[in-house]
């Protein structure tokens, strides 16, 4: 490979990437998602598990940049997680990127981050945090950008072989594991110019039927976090 840095290429001489999440019933939100990850300009590939079949219309109409999943079984199952997990199976091939559908990536964002990745872990056996602009730092592992190689390691430690994410968790949470998981493990770099606005209601953002769905089961995913917090155990680590 040749010099992330290389200027002759807008990618930097950098693979393509696949960016995942989950999205249900947010029309609004998800379109100014892919929009901002096409006019990065990076050769990226969308992959979203569509939780509904409005959802799966818009993701069709990005041919050639976004793939969508649709299970009626997984969709029965509460939250995002079950989605997640679904998509990252299905669809990702590649390093990848997770993400939400209220986010909004910054014009060289992907650049950035695919940048890190190859300087830090050439290999692709490593992780970038991005830089979440509205908020704190202490949450810059929400949204990892994870080299192939590190997803494949990571996912053989599981037994069976996956998921992704902690499958307990309903819908809150699972990230925040995963990010404590990454700590860890210590493989990781934040990349303060990799810039996201992660637009969540308790940060400037609106409420909407994803957050009112997930706020229904939110007691059940504190109870599971606390409860693997005291008995010191991490998805990943501690696969209990």
């Avoid at 986010?103 to 890190?116: G, K, Y």
Wanted: glycine share 6%; aromatic share 10%.
């Amino acid at each position: 490979m040749s010099n992330p840095s290389d200027s002759n290429n807008p990618a930097g001489s950098l693979p393509p990437l696949d960016v995942f999440c989950a999205s249900y019933k947010r029309p609004d939100k998800l379109p100014k998602m892919i929009e901002s990850v096409i006019a990065t300009g990076y050769p990226a590939r969308i992959c979203v598990s569509a939780g509904d079949l409005q959802t799966l219309e818009t993701c069709a109409r990005y041919p050639g940049v976004v793939d969508a999943v649709f299970s009626t079984d997984v969709n029965r199952k509460t939250g995002c997680t079950a989605p997640l997990n679904l998509v990252h199976r299905e669809l990702v091939r590649r390093d990848a990127l997770f993400c939400t559908d209220d986010l909004i990536f910054e014009p060289d964002c992907l650049h950035n981050a695919m940048r890190a990745l190859y300087t830090h872990f050439p290999d692709t056996d490593g992780v970038i945090g991005l830089y979440d602009a509205n908020i704190p730092d202490d949450y810059a592992l929400a949204f990892p950008l994870m080299g192939r190689r590190f997803q494949e390691r990571f996912i053989r430690t599981l037994e069976p072989a996956g998921p992704l994410f902690f499958p307990g968790y309903f819908h809150m949470f699972n990230d925040s594991e995963l990010g404590e998981t990454l700590k860890h493990l210590g493989n990781w770099r934040h990349e303060p110019t990799a810039r996201i606005h992660h637009y969540h209601p308790d940060f400037g953002g609106t409420m909407d039927k994803t957050h009112s769905h997930a706020l229904t089961f939110r007691d059940h995913d504190e109870r599971l976090w606390y409860s693997r917090r005291t008995r010191g155990v991490l998805w990943g680590i501690d696969a209990a």
